[in-house]
């Protein structure tokens, strides 16, 4: 070790004096993992990753000089970046490890904690005296090469779940149900009318595809750095209607004629309107992407909205008895849709909450009221009546989730398409929460002015009577010439005839 010591005392006399000194092989340590990227590891899963340490070229000579000629030991840190996604559970690399003309290797393992992505790092320090201390010497820290960090980039993603997708499939079938019942409340002509007159499907889709997508893009762009939340936020903003659009204009007494033909409508032109926003204005966002419409899914989703509404027009037309039935379920039945919905979306999607954030919150917040206020906004400017105006208003705030969350998977690896799904599920949550604590509102407030009224009580008209003294003083004031066919009008307190009456 003196021996060390003594020999950089005199190399760096050397370089001082500008004495030529003789140059080693261009070396400086190095790391190499293999795999080069770990991808792909789920949550609560164990993966080995093996690393070789040797040495590589480099341009830098004073450098290699030294790196090889004293520093051949090197102290070793090993970890995660972000120990909330990713753990470091085993490892076999040394604190401290001899670089020989042979490559070393070692082994460790990480273990997936949440979805993201992290690094796992690899740091070695030069050690002057060997694999005892870490060097402290001021003049050789000046060279900002005297550590090297090598980067292992992994990923973490959810594991697969039959459960998840069992209770999709029922939750669809439920929602096809209720479409059923919700057929059963249509009036052709009425939907007849609103399609000879389309004014209201007209502001709806002036709302949907022009101002929905504007206001995506302008807040993600307000309020996010990172690209994924912005494409979550504004792929959501370019979807179509909903089916909750639906529930929640019946629920509030809206123009339901309206709200189907319009998320029919709004269904149908996405077909070329969201390819519209995607390739033009969601270029900026997507970039290396290529962008994957779900053209499947909007053609399933058109299909699970006429079909069962069919029926229930069919119902209507044929069966009474089942139409009673209907009449009196239909609103009970679509707040347990609307329970279960958010239920399941809630469990499903429940590691989003912990990625929540206040810009994610405001961003729901913004999008979802901008929607409601702007479809209102506009319909009482085009003089529609308030339930059009409830109908119009809920359908622009209430998009069709599954056709942003498709395009997202389709389109983007994971983690990613889980990522950028923190907005959309943000948007969904602050657009319904709000919707129920109106809705209690407003039938507690129904309820106790039902009772109020009940309670008021009624009013009791005094009775007119017929006495002596009225009649004389009507005869004396209105004397008839043939009083064998007179009579006496209570109400107008004098004498008739009953000619006249006949």
């Known amino acids: ?15 001082a004096s500008g004495m030529n000194t003789p140059r080693l092989p261009d070396l400086v340590p190095r790391v190499d993992f293999h795999p080069a990227e770990l991808l792909g590891v789920e949550e609560n899963e164990n993966r080995d990753v093996f690393l070789e340490f040797n040495w590589r070229n480099t341009t830098n000579r004073t450098l290699t000089d030294t790196a090889q000629t004293f520093f051949r030991d090197f102290h070793v840190s090993l970890f995660s970046e972000d120990t909330s996604l990713l753990e470091v559970v085993n490892s076999s690399v040394p604190e401290c490890v001899h670089l020989s003309d042979d490559p070393k290797n070692f082994s460790l393992t990480v273990r997936g904690i949440f979805l993201g992505y992290t690094n796992v790092k690899v740091v070695l320090k030069t050690a002057v005296k060997g694999c005892e ?26 594991p697969p779940s039959i459960l998840i997708n069992s209770v999709t499939i029922v939750f669809a079938v439920l929602v096809a149900f209720n479409f059923v019942n919700m057929g059963v409340q249509l009036d052709l002509d009425c939907i007849k009318s609103v399609l000879m007159k389309p004014i209201g499907p007209a502001i709806g889709f002036f709302c949907q595809f022009l101002f929905m997508p504007l206001a995506a893009y302008g ?38 004629n309206l709200s189907i033909t319009m998320t029919f409508i709004s269904t149908f032109a996405a077909l070329a309107m969201m390819p519209l926003w995607i390739f033009t204005l969601g270029a900026t966002l997507f970039r290396d992407r290529e962008a994957t419409i779900p053209y499947m899914n909007m053609v399933g989703s058109l299909v699970l909205l006429t ?12 069966s009474p008895r ?12 679509t707040i347990i849709i609307v329970l279960i919905g958010i239920s399941m979306a809630s469990y ?16 729901g917040i913004g999008i979802a009221w901008g929607g409601y206020c702007f479809g209102a906004l506009i319909s009482w400017m085009c003089r529609l009546d308030r339930a059009q105006i409830v109908a119009i208003s809920i359908e622009t705030a209430f998009q069709n989730p599954a056709v942003a969350f498709v395009l997202l998977l389709l389109t983007l690896p994971q983690p990613d398409a889980d990522l950028s799904s923190v907005p959309i599920v943000a948007q969904l949550m602050l657009t319904g929460i709000p919707m129920w604590v109106l809705l209690i509102i407003t039938r507690v407030y129904k309820k106790a002015k039902d009772c109020g009224r009940d309670r008021k009580p009624s009013v009791i008209e005094k009775p007119h009577i017929d006495t002596v003294h009225r009649v004389y003083f009507a005869v004396e004031t209105n004397p008839l010439e043939d009083m064998d ?18």
Request: aromatic fraction near 14%.
């Open 307 to 318: 079909l069962p509404i069919v029926i229930g027009i069919l119902i209507k037309k044929y």
């Open 348 to 363: 499903v999607n429940r590691f989003v909450f912990l990625l929540f954030t206040w810009r994610v919150v405001v961003a």
């Open 322 to 333: 089942l139409t009673r039935i209907s009449n009196k379920i239909i609103k009970p039945f």
């Open 1 to 15: 070790m003196p021996i060390q010591i003594l020999s950089y005392i005199i190399y760096m006399a050397s370089v």
């Open 219 to 256: 807040i993600s762009y307000l309020l996010f750095s990172d690209d994924s939340l912005r494409l979550g936020l504004f792929t959501l903003g370019c979807s179509p209607g909903g089916s909750m659009s639906n529930f929640w204009t019946l629920l509030f007494d809206g123009d339901v």
């Open 485 to 502: 066919d007179v009579y006496y009008d209570a109400k107008r307190d004098k004498l008739g005839n009953t000619q006249s009456r006949l």
């Open 133 to 158: 201390n870490i060097i402290s010497d001021g003049s050789i820290l000046e060279y900002e090469e005297s550590s090297w960090t090598y980067d292992l980039l992994t990923s973490v993603i959810r």
